[in-house]
């Protein structure tokens, strides 16, 4: 069983800064891809961002440039540091372990961007 509780979301202009958290249970956190998803209002989840057991990373390219995912093994943790955000990243931020058969996700962590 996996929990994950994501946090550090927030209400911020646009061109602003935040950076969030996801603490996962689990002893085989290290050795599971870990990635970030949004969902917008009336929009399905989409994945942001990916992390590799071995530090490897990938975006979409909406945020490329903008958004990095790290992940701390030592701590069960996964994040994601947003810069120079737009109004369109708002949404519900969701991180998930990715190749387990099968899905696990949070209660997410809303991220608002006003213009």
């Known amino acids: 069983q996996v929990q994950l509780v994501e946090s550090g979301g927030g209400l911020v202009q646009a061109g602003g800064s935040l950076r969030l958290s996801c603490a996962a249970s689990?002893?085989?956190?290290?050795?599971?891809?870990m990635g970030w998803y949004r969902q917008a209002p009336g929009k399905q989840r989409a994945p942001v961002a990916v992390i590799g057991n071995d530090g490897s990373t990938n975006y979409v390219d909406s945020v490329k440039g903008r958004f990095t995912i790290s992940r701390d093994n030592a701590k069960n943790t996964v994040y994601l540091q947003m810069n120079s955000l737009k109004p369109e990243d708002t949404a519900v931020y969701y991180c998930?372990?990715?190749?387990?058969?099968?899905?696990?996700w949070g209660q997410g962590t809303q991220v608002t961007v006003s213009s």
């Open positions: 998930t372990p990715l190749g387990l058969g099968k899905d696990y």
């Open positions: 689990g002893s085989t956190f290290s050795r599971n891809a």
